[in-house]
T-cell receptor
Framework: DAGVIQSPRHEVTEMGQEVTLRCKPI?????LFWYRQTMMRGLELLIY????????DSGMPEDRFSAKMPNASFSTLKIQPSEPRDSAVYFC???????????????FGSGTQLSVL | EDQVTQSPEALRLQEGESSSLNCSYT??????LFWYRQDPGKGPEFLFT???AGEEKEKERLKATLTKKESFLHITAPKPEDSATYLC????????????FGTGTRLKVLA
C-alpha cells in the first residue's frame, strides 16, 4: 500500500487566493482526519470523517475553511480566502477504526506545507 | 477540557545517555494514549498505544509507561537515529473519536 497520499507537498499563494489541499486515504480505512501543525500550537484537529460523513468539525477555525469527502478514496480541504495566519503544515491521516480498544492507529500523510504571503 | 502537555519541549542527549520524556494529560475518561515519532518533513509515525494505568510497551530502545495522570517515554542508551520529535496523544471515552495531541518533545542525540 502506498500509504496516505497528500498533494501538493508545498503550496505558496497570495493572501485572498483559494487553496485546495487533497488527500487519498489508505484503501479500506473508514476514518479520515485533517490536522494542522504549527510550532506554537502543535497538531490541531480540524475535522474528521467516518464513512465519508463529517463527524466533528469543531476544530475548523472559521467559515473560510471547508472540507469534503465525496467518496472513500478522496478528500479535500479548502481555504477561501486564504490569509497569512493560515500558513502551516496540513496533515491528512486515516485509520481503520475510531475505537482505541481495537488497537487502531493513525496513518499520516507527508503533509502539505502551506505558505500564504 | 481535554488537554495534553509534554515536557521538556526540547532535549539534547549524548549517545548512550538514557532519559525520559513526559506526557501529562487531562481527559474525561481515557480510551487510549498514543505515542508517535515525527521526523523533519514527514508525518507522525505510530509507536505505541497504552490503555490502562500500569501498562507498559517496549520497542527497541523505547519503553512507554502509563499512570492515571501521565505517561513516560523512556529512551535507553539512545543513538543519533533516535533524534526526532516525539508526540503524545489521547483519545477520550466520552464524546467523539478525535485524538488530542501535545506539542511534542524535540529530541536530539549527539554522537
Amino acid at each position: 500500500d502506498a500509504g496516505v497520499i497528500q498533494s501538493p507537498r508545498h503550496e505558496v499563494t497570495e493572501m485572498g487566493q483559494e487553496v485546495t489541499l487533497r488527500c487519498k486515504p489508505i484503501s479500506g480505512h473508514d476514518y479520515l482526519f485533517w490536522y494542522r501543525q504549527t510550532m506554537m500550537r502543535g497538531l490541531e484537529l480540524l475535522i474528521y470523517f467516518n464513512n465519508n460523513v463529517p463527524i466533528d468539525d469543531s476544530g475548523m477555525p472559521e467559515d473560510r475553511f471547508s472540507a469534503k469527502m465525496p467518496n472513500a478514496s478522496f478528500s479535500t480541504l479548502k481555504i477561501q480566502p486564504s490569509e497569512p495566519r493560515d500558513s502551516a503544515v496540513y496533515f491528512c491521516a486515516s485509520s481503520s477504526s475510531g475505537h482505541a480498544a481495537t488497537n487502531e492507529k493513525l496513518f499520516f500523510g507527508s503533509g502539505t506545507q502551506l505558505s500564504v504571503l | 477540557e481535554d488537554q495534553v502537555t509534554q515536557s521538556p519541549e526540547a532535549l539534547r542527549l549524548q549517545e548512550g545517555e538514557s532519559s525520559s520524556l513526559n506526557c501529562s494529560y487531562t481527559v474525561s475518561g481515557l480510551r487510549g494514549l498514543f505515542w508517535y515519532r515525527q521526523d523533519p518533513g514527514k508525518g507522525p509515525e505510530f509507536l505505541f498505544t497504552l490503555y490502562s494505568a500500569g501498562e507498559e510497551k517496549e520497542k527497541e530502545r523505547l519503553k512507554a509507561t502509563l499512570t492515571k495522570k501521565e505517561s513516560f517515554l523512556h529512551i535507553t542508551a539512545p543513538k543519533p537515529e533516535d533524534s526526532a520529535t516525539y508526540l503524545c496523544a489521547v483519545q477520550a471515552m466520552v464524546g467523539t473519536y478525535k485524538y488530542i495531541f501535545g506539542t511534542g518533545t524535540r529530541l536530539k542525540v549527539l554522537a
